[in-house]
């Protein structure tokens, strides 16, 4: 009898063993700064891909009849381009299934063309240059507004809403600073804003007072930035510094972050922002409120934007996989390209470019240093 058991045993043990190896392992890649100073988002926009990785893993997936389990092949671009094409070039060589990524546009830019050349999709939810679909690589998605939704939604507000006359406009000269920069002026001249002043810095830099000084000098009621929080941050503060404490501060999403208000180390001129991000507020959008609830159980502490975006991306690459019986990028990408996916952020459709249809963007403020939505 005791003989017997033992058998039944080591034979439902070689089953469940036969069942483990008979899982298909689907790899699925991010990219995004997990070092320097844009960190805190490069690590939650891993976090939402790594959060639908767990849920899609926990619900037991099958693709044409067989048992898939994804792993999230994670890496670091510390939003330089030169690492982002490394990274790129790293999971074509791993044979990825599907790209999540970049988050920044000049890194974005360059490593598309690497997916393209080795049919490898990508979906990013937070480069917003409008460059990155101009090439017609049918690997690039992109599931947010980009940089002419934003530029000019906050030009609108600035002229029509706050009727302001004069404007003094910095950029980062990185991809997306000077792309949304440029979006902003033009739009604001049309609406018949002056730009007062052009300055210039970079996605290093933390002391402005010489361009600010420069920008006092020409009395401008608004400065538009075009670049990210760890200058942003430090932007105000020196603002404050030089008495500049009734200029409005534009930004698009890359200053629209919950670590702007730490940045700016109790800066008054905090109240002065009005920031820009493609897609609504997590209230408006379709799962949003739930989605968050859920993502601060997991990462407590660490949300600043993106996340949403990369969760809904990596579960819309499992979504066109399913659909295409098939992990391969060559069967499924025409899929992709068909997606009719109800994601946490919105309904998920795409141009035949892989621009987002019907992108939704929403402006915000600071109120007591919280984040808030103006519509």
């Not at 490898?120 to 240059?129: D, E, K, L």
């Not at 698009?252 to 730490?262: H, L, Q, R, S, Y």
């Not at 897609?279 to 379709?286: N, R, T, Y």
């Not at 987002?356 to 109120?367: G, M, R, S």
Request: aromatic share 8%.
């Amino acid at each position: 009898m005791q003989l017997k058991l033992k058998l039944t045993v080591a034979a439902a043990i070689a089953a469940v063993a036969g069942l483990a190896t008979a899982q298909e392992v689907v790899k699925i890649g991010h990219v995004a700064p997990i070092s320097g100073a844009q960190a805190h988002y490069g690590k939650d926009n891993e976090n939402g891909a790594r959060m639908a990785i767990e849920e899609l893993n926990a619900q037991g997936v099958t693709i044409a009849g067989k048992k898939v389990k994804f792993e999230l092949l994670a890496e670091d671009d510390a939003a330089d381009p030169k690492q982002g094409t490394a990274a790129a070039q790293k999971l074509c060589d791993a044979h990825a299934a599907g790209v999540v990524g970049h988050l920044n546009s000049g890194t974005t830019i360059p490593a598309s063309k690497i997916y393209n050349d080795c049919g490898i999709p990508h979906v990013t939810g937070a480069a917003t240059n409008p460059n990155l679909t101009r090439p017609g690589y049918k690997t690039t998605f992109r599931i947010i507004a980009n940089d002419n939704a934003l530029g000019a939604g906050l030009a609108a507000y600035a002229a029509d809403t706050l009727k302001l006359k004069t404007v003094a406009v910095v950029d980062d000269r990185t991809a997306y600073g000077q792309g949304v920069a440029n979006v902003f002026k033009r739009v604001a001249a049309e609406k018949g804003m002056k730009v007062v002043d052009e300055q210039f810095t970079t996605d290093k830099a933390t002391d402005f007072m010489a361009i600010l000084t420069a920008i006092k000098a020409k009395n401008p009621d608004a400065i538009f930035y075009g670049g990210m929080d760890p200058q942003a941050g430090p932007m105000l503060r020196q603002m404050e510094q030089l008495g500049m404490g009734n200029v409005k501060f534009f930004g698009g999403d890359g200053v629209c972050t919950t670590e702007i208000a730490k940045l700016a180390g109790g800066a008054k001129t905090l109240s002065n922002v009005v920031c820009a991000e493609g897609g609504s507020s997590l209230a408006k959008m379709p799962g949003g409120m739930a989605w968050k609830a859920k993502y601060d159980a997991r990462f407590p502490g660490q949300f600043q934007i993106y996340s949403p975006y990369t969760y809904d991306a990596t579960m819309l690459l499992v979504d066109a996989m399913k659909r295409a019986g098939s992990w391969d990028p060559k069967v499924y990408i025409p899929e992709l390209q068909k997606s009719n996916y109800k994601g946490v952020t919105a309904n998920i459709a795409f141009e035949p470019n892989g621009e987002l249809k019907n992108p939704a963007i929403t402006l915000y403020e600071y109120k007591d240093g919280k984040k808030t939505p103006l519509n």
